[in-house]
C-alpha cells in the first residue's frame, strides 16, 4: 500500500506540475538557468566517463574476438552499436540522476521546509508548476543533448584506446565503425534519452516537494529521489528495449 500511495501522490503531482506556465518571462529566466546548470556544468564528468566507457569496451570486446573467426574489423561495429544503443544514454541518464536529480530533490526540499513553497502557494502562484516546469523542459533538452555528445565521445575513446593498445589497426576499426550503420539506432538512444530525462526530473521533484521537517529529511527526500530514479531508469530501459528493438 505504501508503494500504490506513493504513485498516487505522484501521478497527482504530475498533473499539478504540467501545462502552461502562468508568466512567460519567470518561467524563460528559470528555464535558461536550469539548462545552464544541468547542460553546462555536466560536460566535464559526461566527457571522462563517456570516453573512458568507449576505451574499456575496445579492450573488453577485442580481448573476447582475439583467436576466434570474427575479423577484428568487427570490433569497430560492435563498439559503435552497443555505445548508441545502451552505454551512452543509460550510463549518461544515471550519472544525471545522481547529479541533476539530487540537486533537484535537495533544492525544492529545501524550499518546502523553508516555506517558501507556502508562500507562493499563498500568493495563488501554481507551485509546483513554477518551481518544477522549468527544470522539466530544460532536462527534456540537456540530457538528450549530453547523450548526443556522449555518442561522439565514447566512439572517440575507442578510437584512442585502439591507436594506444595495437588490438586493431585504427583504418581496421574505422571500417567496422563504419559498417551497416541504422540510423534507428540514433532515434531508440534519444527516445531513451527523453524518457529518462522526464523519469528524473518528476521523480526528483516529486520528493523534493513532499519533503517535510528539516535539513536531515532534505538530506533523505535527495538519496531517495536518486535511487528511484536510478531504479525506474534500469525498469524503463528494459521495457523501451523489448518495445522498440523487437517488434
Known amino acids: 500500500m505504501k508503494y500504490l500511495s506513493q504513485f498516487g501522490h505522484y501521478i497527482l503531482f504530475l498533473k499539478k506540475s504540467i501545462g502552461k506556465p502562468e508568466k512567460f518571462n519567470i518561467f524563460w529566466e528559470l528555464f535558461v538557468r536550469d539548462l545552464y546548470k544541468m547542460g553546462n556544468d555536466s560536460f566535464g564528468i559526461v566527457s571522462i566517463i563517456s570516453i573512458f566507457i568507449g576505451a574499456v569496451a575496445v579492450i573488453q570486446i577485442g580481448y573476447q574476438l582475439v583467436g576466434s573467426l570474427v575479423p577484428m574489423y568487427v570490433l569497430g561495429r560492435i563498439v559503435r552499436d552497443s555505445n548508441i544503443l545502451e552505454f551512452s544514454p543509460t550510463i549518461t541518464a544515471l550519472v544525471m540522476a545522481g547529479k541533476i536529480g539530487g540537486n533537484i530533490a535537495s533544492e525544492i526540499g529545501t524550499m518546502k521546509v523553508s516555506e ?10 501554481n507551485a509546483s508548476r513554477y518551481v ?3 527544470k522539466l523542459v530544460a532536462s527534456l533538452i540537456a540530457i538528450p543533448a549530453l547523450v548526443i555528445y556522449s555518442m561522439f565521445l565514447s566512439n572517440l575513446g575507442g578510437i584512442i584506446s585502439v591507436s594506444l593498445s595495437g588490438i586493431v589497426t585504427v583504418d581496421g576499426y574505422l571500417t567496422g565503425l563504419r559498417m551497416d550503420f541504422d540510423g534507428f539506432s540514433i532515434t531508440y538512444a534519444l527516445t531513451k534519452a527523453v524518457t529518462f530525462a522526464f523519469l528524473i526530473t518528476t521523480i526528483s521533484a516529486s520528493h523534493g516537494y513532499r519533503t517535510e521537517g528539516g535539513a536531515l529529511e532534505v538530506g533523505w527526500a535527495s538519496t531517495r529521489a536518486v535511487v528511484q530514479s536510478c531504479i525506474a531508469i534500469i525498469f524503463f530501459d528494459f521495457i523501451l528495449t523489448q518495445i ?3 517488434k
Open 132 to 134: 518544477v516546469l522549468p
Open 244 to 246: 522498440m528493438l523487437y
Open 116 to 125: 517558501q513553497i507556502d508562500a507562493l502557494e499563498i500568493m495563488g502562484v
